[in-house]
């Protein structure tokens, strides 16, 4: 009983493997296709694959890169149409898939290739285009080179779809118009604020225009027109376990580089446009370190990625997009919080952003929540740069008004500082005057000056040789003295002896003489203005000889010469300075002792 069963089971798969039903076309512009079959390539053309109905097909089979490079996938269309049409056929995976259909006018086979392999100028790639006659079923092959999978060493199962081409034509068209209609209103706000910038040199300006430059490239990249600007495939690919790949190619490059672009765009302009730097230092540098973190996570995770070592962008993706949420993020609140600190352009960067930054953060949470190559988005990236281009415009509008209305604050500034430039003019030329009456004066006193000091100079030689003559002749009344006493020693009559004491007398009152001591004050008062009247204030009680002995100290004279002018020994005028010094309690100047 077993084994008849087995024989039945066995029976009934081989039918259902060689039995490949025909997929009716319902007439939709886009189907599904479910029903197909799979062989491996065993060295196979394609008039054997076409001709020989014993070939193994096995419907609805998977496709093995570990165990075969090459696989052929046999299609039965059933186009229920009276005419024939034009479609375009999808199959995953779109590697290297090369389409053969039998064209009934030509009477031959038709092939096609395409795939993220194939070089070509298609927008979207892998799409191939066959023919459908009508009230027919038509076979169609697709072999599909699958090698570059073989390192995942999964299974894949194809998926087919198939398009109209007259709905393709009118997609396609649509998206070209949309596209077309982004860029020249991009273009037109671009050459304009270009002009602008190279005219008034705000930065403002500056970093608006990258922002369009990023905008440009990346709704480019967004629709993949790259792939018809550039003939050339580069293309890194990743296999996942659910069957759906991934690749990273020319478009996916300049997206990355595009929203990096565009960011840094955005937080200069925010920067420079709320004066970050100087109004809120910290914010500032969290959105400068924001900004860091988000260019140098994108440059590794690109790099990493076209090399080929590892397919980091689609591990990198979720944390990208997080990235640029935190970023935008950032950007409003540091403008609701200027906006909350009164400073007056913060309002007009809100209004004008706040549709295009939510725009932004709504594609930034759609790809880091869902896929990257979704088309529910389609619009979203046009209507960003549309309502950013617009919003900025207004924004520029807002900021031109606010910089006249500085302006007009700033001429009233300058017209005050005007008139204090004219009243500090007129001060500086009475100054100048003053200056010049009092370097005429100033020039005078050096002429008096020189005077005086010419006088000084002679007063005080004039002093010195007095001085020096007063010490001189003292010394030889002192010398004549001391020969008067030495004959007054000698044997004599009373009258001799009373005559050398009349001598004696008369050159001991020689020596001190007013009559030299006046004519030494004058000369000292000369060069010593004001000496003896401030002496006399601070020291009433001083008698003559005191004075004269601080006029000689003054002078800085040695015991010496002090002793010869005052007719004593020297160890007399050591005495007698001690005892001055007493008597003026230290109140004497240090320059006079």
């Known amino acids: 009983m077993k084994s008849i069963l087995f024989l039945f089971s066995f029976l009934t798969l081989f039918a259902v493997s060689i039995a490949q039903p025909a997929f009716i076309l319902s007439g939709k512009d886009a189907e599904k296709v479910d029903v197909f079959s799979v062989l491996p390539n065993k060295g196979y053309t394609f008039e054997q694959v076409a001709n020989d109905s014993t070939l193994p097909f096995v419907v609805n089979d998977s496709l093995r890169p570990y165990q075969d490079n090459i696989y052929w996938i046999k299609i039965k269309l059933a186009n229920t149409s009276q005419y024939a049409e034009q479609y375009q056929l999808w199959m995953h995976p779109q590697v290297n898939n090369t389409l053969y259909y039998f064209n009934a006018n030509a009477q031959k086979w038709v092939e096609e290739s395409a795939g993220l392999l194939v070089p070509g100028n298609k927008r979207i790639t892998g799409y191939m285009t066959c023919v459908l006659q009508g009230n027919t079923v038509n076979t169609l092959y697709i072999k599909a080179r699958v090698q570059p999978l073989q390192k995942f060493g999964l299974a894949i199962l ?64 967004f629709r993949n027109f ?133 725009l932004m953060i709504a594609l930034a949470l759609y790809f880091a929540l869902f896929s990257l190559h979704s088309s529910s988005t389609d619009l979203l990236p046009n209507l960003a740069v549309f309502s950013q281009a617009i919003a900025f415009a207004i924004a520029i509008v807002w900021r031109v008004n606010l910089i006249k209305t500085e302006l007009s604050s700033t001429q009233a500034e300058i017209g005050a500082l005007q008139t204090e430039h004219e009243q500090l003019l007129q001060r500086n030329r009475h100054i100048q005057l003053e200056n010049g009456s009092i370097a005429s004066e100033i020039a005078l006193q050096i002429n008096q000056k020189a005077e005086l000091q010419e006088t000084l100079e002679a007063n005080q030689r004039e002093l010195a040789s007095n001085t020096l003559y007063i010490f001189q002749k003292n010394e030889l009344l002192t010398s004549l003295q001391k020969q008067v006493n030495q004959l007054a020693q000698l044997q004599g009559t009373q009258s001799q002896k009373q005559a050398f004491r009349e001598i004696k007398s008369t050159l001991h009152n020689s020596v001190q003489l007013d009559n030299d001591w006046d004519k030494f004050r004058l000369h000292f008062d000369q060069v ?28 800085k004279m040695t015991a010496k010469e002090i002793a010869a002018l005052l007719n004593i020994d020297a160890n007399s005028v050591h005495r007698a300075k001690t005892r001055l010094k007493k008597k003026m309690s230290q109140e004497l100047d240090s320059e006079m002792i």
Request: charged letters at 10%.
């Open 158 to 221: 194809p998926g087919i779809s198939i398009k109209k081409q007259a709905a393709i034509n009118h997609y396609e068209e649509l998206v070209s118009m949309v596209w077309i209609a982004t860029l020249l209103l991009i273009m037109a706000f671009l050459l304009y604020h270009t002009y602008l910038y190279f005219n008034f040199r705000d930065r403002v300006y500056l970093y608006y225009i990258l922002i369009q430059l990023g905008s440009i490239i990346y709704i480019t990249g």
């Open 226 to 358: 790259f792939n018809q600007l550039f003939s050339f495939r580069f293309v890194k690919l990743l296999l996942l376990p659910n069957g759906t790949l991934y690749f990273y190619d020319v478009n996916s490059i300049t997206l990355r580089i595009s929203i990096v672009v565009v960011l840094y765009g955005f937080v200069q302009l925010a920067r420079t446009y709320l004066n970050t730097r100087l109004q809120f230092p910290k914010l500032d540098k969290v959105l400068v370190i924001s900004l860091a973190v988000y260019i140098g996570q994108a440059i590794v995770s690109n790099a990493i990625t076209v090399s080929g070592l590892f397919y980091m962008d689609y591990y990198t993706i979720r944390f990208d997009n997080i990235l640029i949420l935190c970023i935008i993020g950032i950007i409003l609140f540091t403008t609701i919080w200027a906006m909350y600190r009164g400073v007056p352009a913060a309002r007009y960067f809100l209004l004008a952003n706040i549709v295009p930054l939510g």
């Open 528 to 555: 010593h203005p004001n000496f003896f009247a401030e002496l006399e204030r601070k020291h009433p009680k001083l008698t003559g000889y005191e004075v004269r002995l601080c006029a000689y100290l003054y002078l």
